[in-house]
């Protein structure tokens, strides 16, 4: 066997190290030049109108008796008449249901047992007051023609709070605080406390217990409109109306905003009384078709498949 040893062959590496050979050139960092970036987001009323300033009553102060009016004021009352609204059964007999009730919830608000006959006649008097005038009062609706805290998202492209504010400022005639909020695309959230249909027609109602006035005379329907444009419910109204509009578009068969689509009670429940109607503590409104356009294109949103396309 014969071995035989050779040399590694030399590499030639004077083309690596040539300074005049080609280099790749090196990596930059690139320019962002857009500068209209929209905030992605989820916003909802009470986002938008966090800057708003909360005008004071100008209502009555004194006591005139009426334990209802003189009931303790406080988001702890907003959320227990909420609760209770929400679990009892309009039809059916309120004084057993809140026996059941109250055990559980007057604790968590700080309620004394000692107001629990106030609450009672205080839910008999909302349930039995005619909504309309008329017969539409909630003890007519029964359980299966309701929807309770109905909760929605929508999503939209791009919302101009300047568009926004004068859209509303044209639906008003006294002028309104402005909704102060940088532009943003993403979600709107809401819930609205009631849905109900009555007639054939789809209703939405949203339960208040601001404290107006210690009188009657303070929840009057011009009290109320003053109420709601200075608090900006006008604004919270609208939105709720889009959402359900948009619901029944997809639930509804055949759904005709002029046939189907009731209008929005903004119920102010320390005035609702059952033998004065409509006349206290009851705000109706149904924005006319156009309005709900108008609003729907400010809160368009465009699927991914569509901007593809």
């Known amino acids: 066997t014969t071995i035989e040893l050779l040399a590694l062959p030399r590499?030639?590496?004077?083309?690596?190290?040539?300074?005049?050979?080609?280099k790749p050139p090196l990596a930059q960092l690139a320019k962002f030049s857009r500068n209209?970036?929209?905030?992605?987001?989820?916003?909802?009323?009470?986002?938008?109108?966090?800057?708003?300033?909360?005008?004071?009553?100008?209502?009555?102060?004194?006591?005139?008796?009426d334990s209802v009016l003189d009931f303790p004021a406080g988001s702890h009352v907003g959320l227990l008449l909420h609760s209770l609204l929400e679990n009892i059964d309009f039809q059916q007999d309120i004084?057993?249901?809140?026996?059941?009730?109250?055990?559980?919830?007057?604790?968590?608000?700080?309620?004394?047992?000692?107001?629990?006959?106030?609450?009672?006649?205080?839910?008999?008097?909302?349930?039995?007051t005619p909504l309309d005038g008329a017969a539409m009062k909630l003890n007519n609706i029964s359980n299966r023609q309701r929807l309770n805290e109905l909760a929605f998202d929508f999503a939209l492209d791009h919302l101009s709070i300047d568009a926004?504010?004068?859209?509303?400022?044209?639906?008003?005639?006294?002028p309104l605080q402005a909704v102060s909020s940088a532009e943003f695309g993403g979600l709107i959230t809401g819930v609205i406390d009631l849905v109900y249909e009555y007639h054939g027609r789809y209703y939405l109602a949203d339960y208040k217990s601001n404290l107006l006035g210690s009188k009657l005379e303070d929840y009057r329907p011009e009290n109320l409109q003053r109420a709601m444009l200075g608090r900006r419910y006008d604004l919270q109204a609208l939105l709720y109306a889009v959402a359900l509009h948009r619901l029944l578009a997809i639930r509804l068969p055949n759904y005709d905003y002029e046939q189907h689509f009731g209008g929005c009670y903004y119920l102010f429940l320390r005035a609702m009384r059952p033998q004065h109607g409509k006349n206290y503590g009851i705000h109706?409104?149904?924005?006319?078709?156009?309005?709900?356009?108008?609003?729907d294109l400010l809160l368009k949103f465009t699927p991914l498949e569509s901007a593809d396309a």
Do not use: Y
């Open 95 to 128: 004084r057993k249901q809140c026996t059941k009730l109250f055990p559980r919830l007057l604790p968590l608000a700080g309620i004394s047992t000692e107001q629990e006959p106030t609450l009672v006649t205080w839910l008999e008097q909302i349930v039995s």
């Open 36 to 65: 209209n970036m929209i905030q992605w987001r989820v916003n909802s009323f009470t986002a938008l109108s966090r800057g708003i300033h909360q005008p004071a009553h100008f209502g009555d102060t004194a006591s005139h008796g």
């Open 164 to 174: 926004l504010n004068q859209f509303m400022q044209s639906l008003s005639p006294l």
């Open 284 to 295: 109706f409104n149904r924005p006319g078709l156009r309005t709900i356009q108008q609003l």
């Open 11 to 22: 590499a030639d590496l004077s083309s690596v190290f040539s300074s005049k050979a080609s």
